[in-house]
């Protein structure tokens, strides 16, 4: 507790440092003129005093200027830039409404942007607009979130199709997910194919590799923070589209202009509709007449609600749910001494998300903003398989299984934004998560023969506390020195066990010039949950567990350093450079099975460490008819565990040297744009035998007896490289305005050349020789979707 009293102290004493020189404050909301949405990450900039802020993730700023005339200019991209010249005599508060008008502006509004990036301490971050995302090729027709981050460095796939994130030498679980501030446990659909985002309903998204601020803890590799839309607060207005395997629909409006307003979006595969044809076909080409039928299909849904309480007070209700759903169903009769008798086999598998927030937003003070947020999260994952017997219309034999795994949570968090001084930009707060974990469960019943047998292998739910604290400030020291320092201190109770950490968050920024700048970044993280995943059964098998007595929380350290050029107002480039470590990673023991773990699940794990370290290089062209950007990371993944692979460091399976991405848009014309993406990647470690020699056995049954076998040798775990990937996607967009809005035609290419990827190896047999063979998934994917706005 020392060293957070001390942090405090230095704090509050540079805040008071000038606080005798006159000083006017402007504070306010910016809005979009057209929605009356709120804009995030809007800059607020006086052109004379050279000082400025941007609005929070609610739209309000408050900029605090030792002057008393200014000129003061309001902007964010795609948007008309608001300027003005005010002479202040008091505080001011000014609402502003910027007209979402990109072609006014176009080319000092991204500068502004560029400006920002370069004077900022943050660094390690990405932040994508909703309309590029659409804009680049998809897989299936479907725009997704995940997949358009996987194209920036240090963010990599795990494999084919896959809609994960690792980021940094990171695993999936080490991301922490957050929709409207609330924790996502599985982001995906269509076993990984695809994200649970849909992004006719999201607003902004934001993913932070390093350099964390304080107010975030709880993983050890990043932050994706995603927000969604607020609700058209001025009219209705609608979109959809209608994909492959797809199709969505959003509809927003005012419940009372000016004062509240909604968002609704919706979203179904129908794959399940699809096949079905399919499956009957087959059926009757192999002359089977049993009843089978096989399907999937998941749904996702989003809403939220806002309400102007007052100018001081917003209240905001949002809320998530999606489900995937994959199911056989089989039943086979036939007659026998005149009764007929029927097997019946189901088998259904279930996973999904519910996430809820309530927020209520208000301005204490026109330095003080406050925001209180109550929010709950659930993830369930649920496989169920059931055999029948029966003769005539009575059930002889019935086979029951069920596995159960999740996690709920509950909880709340206080923030503040203070604005003290114009040198010093403050947040502060409290966050609080009740956790129940399932940790994974099975349950057997059997009848027959008029008998019952039931057995459950389930464990006990465990209850578990989570909490913390943070302070961070934004110190502009000098001209061209800038700091962020801040603490985040966690607490995590569990089973009469207690784990606190104290975490050290800084970065700094130092300016060469107008146009270049030096970054640096420290965070110390701390991960009170674990992700247990079995990917070898080919299901989406999460199972979050808990830190307990001999499984002790996950603890990264990271430093960075970074250089950040903004060449002739369009270009940008930084470069990157890594270090991170980290400890108490789990694994499974060699052996251990997923619907093993039901019973003391602790003796079944690892615990190991692990480091990871590289370079990662962006080079964007920001606007123009042709923009994207080139991305490149250099970088190893390390894991050390005392009984895996003999003690010795090992590469982790997703360690890739080399990942290249290329991504271009050009636009035609108001109706045509064409967008190219080309990703390469060193190939996945994978463990592999590299030779087989012959043994001599002894005969268990009967000794004395010998028999002859083989022995695999392994050249280590992940010890060798599966071929290198690469793949070009292809679309274009072809746009028309109508009398009711615009309707958009869009074609694409997934694997234009259709590159045989792996996507995973395995031994076989040609001519009696055993031989390395590969399976690929995507071949060359045409797509096609139809849009609509109204």
Request: hydrophobic share 35%; aromatic share 16%.
């Given at each position: 507790?020392?060293?957070?009293k001390l942090?405090?102290?230095?704090?509050?004493?540079?805040?008071?440092?000038?606080?005798?020189?006159?000083?006017?404050?402007?504070?306010?909301y910016?809005?979009?003129?057209?929605?009356g949405?709120?804009?995030?990450?809007a800059?607020?900039y006086?052109?004379?005093?050279?000082?400025?802020?941007?609005?929070?993730?609610?739209?309000?700023?408050?900029?605090?200027?030792?002057?008393?005339?200014?000129?003061?200019?309001?902007?964010?991209?795609?948007?008309?830039?608001?300027?003005?010249?005010i002479?202040?005599?008091?505080d001011?508060?000014?609402?502003?409404?910027?007209?979402?008008?990109?072609?006014?502006?176009?080319?000092?509004?991204?500068?502004?942007?560029?400006?920002?990036?370069?004077?900022s301490?943050?660094?390690?971050?990405?932040?994508m607009?909703?309309?590029?995302i659409?804009?680049l090729?998809?897989?299936?027709g479907?725009a997704?979130?995940?997949?358009?981050?996987?194209?920036?460095?240090?963010?990599?796939?795990?494999?084919?199709?896959?809609?994960?994130?690792?980021?940094?030498?990171?695993?999936?679980?080490?991301?922490?997910?957050l929709?409207?501030?609330?924790?996502?446990y599985?982001?995906s659909?269509?076993?990984?194919?695809?994200?649970?985002?849909?992004?006719?309903?999201?607003?902004n998204?934001?993913?932070?590799?390093?350099?964390f601020?304080?107010?975030?803890?709880?993983?050890?590799?990043s932050v994706?923070?995603?927000?969604?839309?607020?609700?058209n607060?001025?009219?209705?207005?609608?979109?959809?589209?209608?994909?492959?395997?797809?199709?969505k629909?959003t509809?927003?409006?005012?419940?009372?202009?000016?004062?509240a307003?909604?968002?609704?979006?919706?979203?179904?595969t129908?794959?399940?509709?699809?096949?079905?044809?399919?499956?009957l076909?087959?059926n009757?080409?192999?002359?089977?007449?049993?009843?089978?039928?096989?399907?999937?299909?998941?749904?996702?849904?989003?809403?939220?609600?806002?309400?102007k309480?007052?100018?001081?007070?917003?209240l905001?209700?949002?809320?998530?749910?999606?489900k995937?759903?994959?199911?056989?169903?089989?039943?086979?009769?036939?007659?026998?001494?005149?009764?007929t008798k029927?097997?019946a086999?189901?088998?259904?598998?279930?996973?999904?998300?519910?996430?809820?927030?309530?927020?209520?937003?208000h301005?204490?003070?026109?330095?003080?903003?406050?925001?209180?947020?109550?929010?709950?999260?659930?993830?369930?994952?649920?496989?169920?398989q059931?055999?029948?017997?029966?003769?005539?219309?009575?059930?002889e034999?019935e086979y029951y299984?069920?596995?159960?795994?999740g996690?709920?949570?509950v909880?709340?968090?206080?923030?503040?934004?203070?604005?003290?001084?114009?040198?010093?930009?403050?947040k502060?707060?409290?966050?609080?998560l009740?956790?129940?974990?399932n940790?994974?469960?099975?349950?057997?019943?059997?009848?027959?023969?008029?008998?019952s047998?039931?057995q459950?292998f389930?464990?006990k739910?465990?209850y578990?506390?989570?909490?913390?604290?943070?302070?961070e400030?934004?110190?502009?020291?000098?001209?061209?020195?800038?700091?962020n320092f801040?603490v985040?201190?966690s607490?995590?109770?569990?089973q009469?066990?207690?784990?606190?950490?104290?975490?050290?968050?800084?970065?700094?920024?130092?300016?060469?010039?107008?146009?270049?700048s030096?970054k640096?970044?420290?965070?110390?993280?701390s991960?009170?949950?674990?992700?247990l995943?079995?990917?070898?059964?080919?299901?989406?098998?999460?199972?979050?567990?808990?830190?307990?007595?001999?499984?002790?929380?996950?603890l990264?350290?990271?430093?960075?350093?970074?250089f950040?050029?903004?060449?002739?107002?369009?270009?940008d480039?930084?470069?990157?450079?890594?270090?991170?470590?980290?400890?108490?990673?789990?694994?499974?023991k060699e052996?251990?099975?997923?619907?093993?773990?039901a019973?003391?699940?602790?003796?079944?794990?690892?615990?190991?460490?692990?480091?990871?370290?590289?370079?990662?290089?962006?080079?964007?062209?920001?606007?123009?008819?042709?923009?994207?950007?080139l991305?490149?990371?250099?970088?190893w993944?390390?894991?050390?565990?005392?009984?895996i692979?003999?003690?010795?460091?090992?590469?982790?399976k997703?360690?890739?040297?080399?990942?290249?991405?290329?991504?271009?848009?050009?636009?035609?014309?108001?109706?045509?744009?064409?967008?190219?993406?080309?990703?390469?990647?060193?190939?996945?470690?994978?463990?592999?035998?590299v030779?087989?020699?012959?043994?001599?056995?002894?005969?268990?049954?009967?000794?004395?007896?010998?028999?002859?076998?083989?022995?695999?040798?392994?050249?280590?775990r992940?010890?060798y490289?599966?071929?290198?990937?690469?793949?070009?996607?292809?679309?274009?967009?072809?746009?028309k305005?109508?009398?009711?809005?615009?309707?958009?035609?869009?074609?694409?290419?997934?694997?234009a050349?259709?590159?045989?990827?792996?996507?995973?190896?395995?031994?076989?047999?040609?001519?009696?020789k055993?031989?390395?063979?590969?399976?690929s998934?995507?071949?060359?994917?045409?797509?096609?979707?139809?849009?609509?706005k109204?």
């Open positions: 507790m020392k060293h957070i942090i405090f102290i230095i704090f509050i004493a540079s805040c008071n440092l000038g606080a005798f020189a006159q000083k006017y404050t402007i504070s306010g910016v809005t979009d003129k057209a929605s949405e709120h804009i995030f990450s800059n607020v006086d052109m004379r005093t050279k000082q400025g802020t941007t609005t929070n993730e609610y739209g309000y700023f408050s900029l605090t200027l030792d002057a008393d005339s200014v000129n003061l200019s309001i902007s964010f991209v795609g948007y008309a830039a608001f300027t003005s010249d002479y202040l005599t008091s001011l508060n000014l609402n502003i409404q910027l007209d979402p008008n990109i072609m006014l502006a176009e080319v000092v509004i991204l500068d502004k942007k560029s400006d920002e990036i370069v004077k301490t943050q660094m390690s971050m990405i932040e607009p909703i309309h590029q659409k804009a090729p998809v897989l299936l479907e997704d979130v995940l997949k358009s981050l996987q194209l920036m460095p240090g963010v990599q796939s795990g494999s084919e199709g896959s809609s994960g994130l690792y980021v940094r030498g990171g695993g999936p679980d080490q991301n922490l997910i929709l409207d501030g609330v924790p996502v599985n982001a659909h269509l076993f990984g194919f695809f994200s649970v985002f849909n992004t006719d309903a999201i607003s998204v934001k993913l932070i590799k390093g350099g601020p304080a107010r975030y803890g709880g993983r050890l590799s994706l923070d995603i927000r969604m839309k607020e609700g607060l001025k009219e209705y207005h609608g979109e959809g589209s209608i994909g492959n395997v797809s199709s629909f509809f927003e409006g005012p419940i009372v202009k000016d004062k307003s909604f968002v609704v979006s919706a979203r179904r129908y794959i399940d509709i699809l096949a079905a044809p399919l499956v076909a087959v009757r080409a192999a002359g089977n007449s049993d009843k089978f039928r096989a399907g999937y299909y998941f749904y996702d849904a989003n809403a939220k609600l806002n309400y309480i007052s100018d001081k007070d917003r905001f209700f949002s809320i998530y749910t999606g995937d759903k994959a199911y056989t169903r089989s039943k086979q009769s036939y007659i026998y001494n005149d009764t029927t097997e086999i189901n088998f259904n598998l279930n996973w999904g998300n519910i996430t809820s927030a309530l927020r209520w937003n301005v204490f003070h026109k330095k003080l903003f406050g925001n209180l947020t109550a929010v709950y999260s659930k993830y369930k994952f649920e496989t169920i059931k055999y029948e017997f029966l003769s005539g219309k009575t059930i034999e299984f069920k596995y159960l795994s996690i709920d949570n909880g709340a968090n206080l923030d503040f934004d203070y604005r003290p001084l114009p040198k010093h930009s403050v502060f707060g409290a966050n609080y009740y956790h129940t974990f940790p994974g469960g099975s349950s057997i019943s059997m009848k027959f023969g008029g008998n047998i039931t459950d389930s464990n739910k465990i578990a506390n989570e909490f913390y604290v943070y302070a400030d934004s110190w502009d020291i000098a001209a061209l020195l800038k700091l801040g985040h201190y607490g995590f109770a569990v009469k066990r207690f784990y606190q950490s104290i975490q050290p968050r800084a970065s700094a920024r130092f300016l060469i010039n107008d146009k270049m030096l640096a970044a420290y965070s110390h993280m991960q009170y949950i674990h992700l995943t079995n990917t070898s059964i080919g299901l989406p098998t999460d199972l979050w567990l808990p830190s307990t007595d001999s499984v002790r929380p996950e990264s350290k990271q430093a960075a350093l970074g950040v050029y903004n060449i002739d107002n369009n270009w480039l930084s470069v990157e450079g890594y270090y991170k470590t980290m400890s108490n990673l789990i694994e499974y052996g251990a099975g997923f619907f093993q773990l019973q003391n699940w602790e003796s079944k794990l690892e615990i190991g460490e692990g480091y990871a370290y590289g370079a990662e290089v962006l080079l964007r062209k920001n606007y123009g008819k042709l923009s994207g950007w991305g490149y990371t250099l970088s993944s390390w894991r050390k565990f005392k009984n692979n003999f003690g010795e460091p090992f590469p982790y997703y360690d890739r040297r080399h990942d290249i991405s290329l991504v271009l848009m050009y636009e035609f014309n108001e109706k045509v744009d064409m967008g190219l993406t080309w990703v390469y990647g060193s190939g996945n470690a994978v463990t592999l035998g030779a087989r020699y012959n043994s001599l056995n002894l005969d268990y049954y009967n000794p004395g007896e010998y028999y002859y076998g083989e022995i695999e040798y392994f050249k280590g992940n010890g490289r599966m071929p290198a990937y690469h793949r070009l996607d292809l679309s274009i967009n072809l746009k305005k109508t009398k009711w809005g615009s309707r958009t035609w869009s074609f694409g290419l997934y694997n050349y259709s590159r045989q990827n792996p996507f995973y190896l395995y031994f076989g047999y040609d001519n009696n055993r031989v390395l063979k590969q399976v998934l995507f071949p060359i994917i045409p797509s096609v979707r139809y849009a609509f109204f």
